[in-house]
């Protein structure tokens, strides 16, 4: 009788064991997912913010260069698609399209000494690299939260509880450009304003 009720004791321990893990991973695992959410937000306000400045940019450039009208087309489709990627995956591609075009465009205002002088493009490269390091913040603090809410739903047996939750891997927002390791920095004359950005390798 007592091998009995120890055994039950014992099967009771176990089960009120397995309760508590599964209700402190539970709770773990839906905080590490509101974290990472919280940090992608915060990412796609900085991104949606230089897509927001890309037309005065653009326009800026175009006064004195209207004939690059391909490159102009390139940031535009570029830009399109970052406002409507629905998906954190697609959103970062998109950035990726869209900070080579800047880099792109930039590169061409290296021929016209007169825009990279006035104060429309001085202050709008003071914007842009502003939001360009916000972005850098926000992404490093989103790649870590992901970090660790990936490393949390793949461990065993935690891995179990994600599952029965529906949860999957968060994407990194890496920067797929070669160059990133080794931004070049683009110097605009007499400007006041520099900006290290990632250039376009195409």
């Known amino acids: 009788m007592k091998a009995v009720l120890g055994v039950i004791a014992f099967v009771l321990l176990l089960v009120i064991a397995a309760g508590i893990y599964y209700y402190n991973t539970y709770n773990k695992l839906v905080r590490l ?6 940090a992608w937000s915060n990412v ?3 991104l949606k913010r230089r897509a927001n400045l890309i037309p005065n940019l653009v326009n800026t450039v175009k006064g004195y260069a209207q004939h690059e009208k391909g490159i102009f087309e390139y940031v535009a489709k570029a830009r399109s698609q970052l406002i409507n990627a629905k998906t954190p995956q697609d959103e970062i591609q998109a950035s990726n399209r869209l900070e080579g075009a800047i880099g792109r465009l930039l590169m061409i205002v290296e ?8 104060e429309e493009f001085t202050r709008l490269m003071d914007n842009l690299e502003g939001t360009e390091n916000r972005i850098a913040v926000a992404r490093q603090r989103y790649n870590n939260i992901v970090a660790q809410y990936n490393a949390t739903i793949k461990s065993v047996p935690a891995n179990i509880i994600a599952k029965k939750m529906g949860l999957r891997l968060a994407p990194y927002f890496t920067i797929t450009n070669r160059q990133e390791k ?7 004359g007499n400007s006041t304003s520099s900006l290290e950005i990632r250039l376009c390798a195409a």
């Open 44 to 46: 796609d306000v900085q």
């Open 111 to 118: 021929r016209y000494p007169e825009l990279k002088a006035s």
């Open 33 to 38: 997912q509101e974290e990472v959410q919280k």
């Open 182 to 188: 080794q931004p070049p920095k683009v110097n605009f």
